[in-house]
Nanobody, 120 residues
Framework: QVQLVESGGGLVQAGGSLRLSCAAS????????MRWYRQAPGKQRELVAT??????NYAASVTGRFTISRDNARNTLYLQMNSLKPEDTAVYYC???????????????WGKGTLVTVSS
């Protein structure tokens, strides 16, 4: 089994920065794509950023402000969030495609989320 644990959320003023981390642990042979999602109160969960290999993609709402990165040696995903806005307030979830063995299939896993609150 694989666990994804997010950290780094908290309360920040508008214009501030936060760095989220997501540590993957368990039986891991390979991790393919990793993603950050967020869900604001009363809204659907939305994809914020994806990284696969060295290719990163972002939602239009965060382009230029957020940067996704990963440390493959540590099986850790990051999200650097700058110029935060009140509308960035949400629970941020880590998501990853993980393979446990060489011949196995990639399975999709979710973390439990970390809350980011941006005050105006």
């Amino acid at each position: 089994q694989v666990q994804l644990v997010e950290s780094g959320g908290g309360l920040v003023q508008a214009g501030g920065s936060l760095r989220l981390s997501c540590a993957a642990s368990g039986i891991i042979f390979s991790i393919n794509a990793m993603r950050w999602y967020r869900q604001a109160p009363g809204k659907q969960r939305e994809l914020v950023a994806t990284i696969s290999g060295r290719i990163a993609n972002y939602a239009a709402s965060v382009t230029g402000r957020f940067t996704i990165s990963r440390d493959n040696a540590r099986n850790t995903l990051y999200l650097q969030m700058n110029s935060l806005k009140p509308e960035d307030t949400a629970v941020y979830y880590c998501n990853a495609d993980v393979k446990a063995t060489l011949v196995g299939q990639y399975m999709n896993y979710w973390g439990k989320g970390t809350l980011v609150t941006v005050s105006s």
